[in-house]
């Protein structure tokens, strides 16, 4: 009898049930390529074998079947290949010895050096046991026992998500966990290590009597998450937090947290997250017994400020929801709440610090060319040195519109925006505004090589307003005001760029004359006028507005009269190197006297102003813009910002500057009694820092000074290492602002993660 015939015979008398087999291989043939194994097809011991193999042999007197050579077996959902397979059909037992590999339902593969199988795979031992899983975990033992197929219990096991390391793969993995034993729970997808170490390079760093974590297959499971320890905070003291994370389903999750701390009462906060087909849900809201109790102090105004009700039962909330409702509408949510900025810092919320927490639904549309928003705003402040909550104000509710047409038969393009709103205050100018912004633009070239734009635009306003007489307006009235505006404006812009070549070809020059006219309806002084001013409370004349038509921030104020604008735009590029510059300047036929000091506008010609951007290779950036005042001899605007090094060290750093602190202009009544002397303070303020990276360190610092404070406003700087599979970071801030007459002081964050296993915090 040959051998195929002789090998379907043996296994169709060692095998219990029904047996789809493969013709065995005739001695010293290679095997073929066998069935593909179906995953997640239950297995049992009555499932059909199907199995390849180089050479066969059966003792009929003890019913042992042996096949060797590239042995490979199919039962269900798993696979077997080994240089040598047993089968004892008396205990339905199979041994497989030499380069044993098997591939699990899940698609992972297990190796070892000898197996032994039962119960359709589903019982056994083995030795020398080795798990290769995802993101390159894996996970050996000396022995390992299985039961059912689902539990799979292992002695003197290390497990680790390192990469062998090139140079000595013999050498220890950088992290790895080694326990007496492990206990691997297939169904849940859990290992769990008893009296396990954490070796860092080989040397036993923490002591674990029990550690469980989730799979690495596993993205999302229920289940504790890593307990974070703290030993020393300003407010909380020593403190612990302590995470459980509840996968809800597919597409839904909630994390719910403890705080214990020694210094103050407990908080209990929760995550909980929803992602749907249509939208998504992100909330999260905290309540702790605040025990802490801070004194009153004075304000920048010279105020005194209370701090009542920010002790006892405190809390917060913040979350956002969106939803699609088609494809050109959406709706959402954005809510941040907090019962005390108190609570924030002692509590560590996120957001403290902040001037204030701000809370909006909106409506969204989308069109072609057009754009629609519907929302409301709500605004707490946090910082009671400087914002009152009853000077913020609610915005119920705001409607912008913005259109965008294609070009028409003339060649122009017309454009419409509009942002409307109903605005409320306790203690302020409450008003309403409709506003319309048309606009229109024509540009064309000629022979000569100018590039001409005419613009046609009509800005037009209607506003009723309430308590006049309070901030941000302070006009000498008590009376409500319905007043409006409308200006048209026609503008003309040249740009005439001339070009040539130097550096014998390899560089360019652009000289580019700029000059614009703008013709408009003198706007006057519209302090005599009672228009509320929500959105203009800063006039900025820089490079960047030179040609701008209206150089206020928004609308409620507008630049009339008759102006001229100049400019001389300069470009050479040579080789990997470049200079920019930009000089130029305003002239106007009427002064508006209202308009905020230092604007640079306070003559028929306007302070002269100009950029420059200066890069003479790859490795260095610099720009800088200013206006200078020749009446005063002296700069009212500079800005600088430099970047210079190489990846292996990179410098950064700014400075800027104003004579003043426009901030505070309007926080007093001004038109009675001038700005107040905060206003006064220049904003002369100095930045920078240094970043490194070299192989896998990082290393950056970063510090902000007011100069004209003589005070640092905030320090920091990070350290770190990052592999393939570990990472630390050490991370120190200093924030030296005030808010309720306290500072925060310095934190210090250590986050150390570990691939597959998760990240732990220190925070103090």
């Known amino acids: ?81 080994a240089d040598r397979i047993t089968y004892d059909r008396n205990t339905g037992v199979m041994a497989a010895r030499g380069h044993v590999a098997i591939v699990e339902p899940d698609g992972s593969t297990t190796y070892a050096s000898y197996v032994e199988l039962s119960n359709g795979m589903h019982d056994g031992i083995a030795t020398g046991i080795y798990l290769r899983m995802e993101d390159n975990a894996k996970l050996a033992a000396n022995g390992m026992r299985r039961t059912g197929g689902q539990i799979n219990e292992m002695t003197h096991a290390v497990y680790t998500a390192c990469k062998p390391c090139a140079a000595n793969p013999a050498a220890p993995a950088f992290w790895q966990l080694r326990a007496y034993g492990a206990t691997q729970d297939v169904e849940h997808k859990r290992i769990e290590f008893t009296h396990a170490w954490m070796d860092i390079l080989g040397i036993p760093v923490i002591y674990f009597p029990t550690f469980s974590m989730s799979d690495p297959t596993v993205k999302r499971q229920s289940g504790f998450l890593t307990t974070g320890i703290s030993p020393h905070d300003r407010w909380l003291g020593t403190y612990m937090t302590i ?102 810092r002692d509590y560590r919320i996120s957001g403290y610090g902040n001037e204030f927490l701000n809370s909006t639904a909106y409506l969204e549309g989308f069109g072609v060319g057009a754009y629609a928003r519907l929302d409301g705003s709500f605004f707490q402040g946090l910082n009671q040195g400087v914002i009152h909550d009853a000077e913020l104000p609610y915005v119920l509710p705001r409607l912008t519109y913005a259109f965008q047409g294609k070009p028409d038969a003339w060649g122009g393009t017309f454009s419409l925006h509009t942002t409307d709103f109903d605005l409320y205050r306790a203690s302020g100018v409450s008003d309403q505004r409709g506003e319309v912004q048309m606009n229109w633009d024509r540009p064309f070239r000629n022979t000569l090589g100018q590039i001409w734009l005419l613009t046609l635009r009509v800005d037009s306003m209607l506003y009723r307003g309430n308590d006049l007489y309070q901030q941000p307006a302070w006009y000498g009235t008590g009376r409500n005001h319905t007043a409006g505006q409308v200006l048209p404006t026609i503008a003309l812009k040249l740009n005439w ?62 630049d009339g009269g008759l102006r001229a604008n100049f400019g001389l735009h300069n470009n050479w590029s040579w080789r990997g190197h470049a200079i920019d510059v930009l000089i130029g300047e305003s002239v106007q036929e009427h002064i508006q006297h209202n308009r905020v000091p230092y604007s640079g506008l306070d003559h028929t010609l306007s302070d002269p102003v100009g950029r420059i951007r200066f890069s003479p290779s790859k490795f260095i950036d610099l720009t800088a813009r200013g206006r200078y005042n020749p009446w005063r001899k002296a700069f009212d605007y500079g800005e600088g910002l430099i970047s210079t090094g190489v990846p292996i060290f990179h410098i950064n750093a700014g400075y800027v500057y104003e004579p003043v602190t426009p901030y505070y202009y309007y926080a007093t009544n001004y038109r009675q009694n001038g700005p107040t002397s905060a206003w006064y303070t220049p904003m002369s303020e100095i930045s920078g820092g240094f970043s490194s990276q070299w192989r896998n360190y990082h290393l950056s610092v970063f510090g902000r000074r007011s100069l004209a404070r003589h005070q640092f406003v905030s320090l920091g700087g990070d350290i770190g290492y990052a592999n393939d599979c570990f990472g630390l970071d050490i991370l120190a801030i200093k924030q030296y602002t005030s808010i309720g007459g306290q500072q925060r002081n310095t934190t210090v964050l250590f986050n150390f993660t570990f691939k597959t296993i998760g990240t732990f915090g220190i925070n103090g």
């Open 1 to 81: 009898m040959g051998n195929a015939r002789r090998g379907i015979w043996i296994a169709a008398t060692i095998l219990t049930g029904t047996a789809t087999l493969a013709p065995a291989m005739a001695a010293g043939t290679k095997a073929q390529s066998g069935p593909k194994v179906q995953i997640g097809k239950p297995t049992s011991a009555a499932d059909p074998v199907t199995y390849l193999t180089d050479h066969e042999s059966y003792d009929q007197k003890n019913g042992i079947a042996t096949w060797w050579g590239n042995v490979q077996v199919w039962q269900g959902d798993h696979a077997l290949r």
């Open 497 to 558: 760029p001339f070009l040539r070549g130097f550096a014998h070809g390899h560089g360019t020059q652009v000289f580019e004359p700029v000059a614009q006219i703008i013709a408009a309806p003198n706007s006057g002084n519209s302090a005599t006028r009672f228009l509320p001013n929500e959105d203009s409370l800063s006039y900025e004349f820089t490079d960047t507005t030179l040609f701008s038509l209206n150089r206020w921030q928004g609308t409620d104020r507008l």
């Open 243 to 344: 995470p459980y994370f509840w996968a809800i389903d597919d597409q839904q999750d909630l994390t719910v947290q403890g705080l214990i701390s020694s210094r103050t009462g407990p908080q209990i906060s929760g995550l909980y997250r929803n992602a749907m087909n249509f939208g998504k849900i992100s909330a999260i809201a905290g309540v702790a017994y605040d025990t802490h109790r801070t004194s009153s102090f004075v304000n920048a105004f010279g105020n005194d400020v209370g701090s009542t009700s920010e002790h006892g039962i405190q809390g917060y909330v913040r979350g956002m929801a969106e939803f699609d409702i088609n494809r050109w509408w959406r709706a959402g949510v954005n809510v941040n709440l907090a019962s005390s900025a108190n609570y924030m």
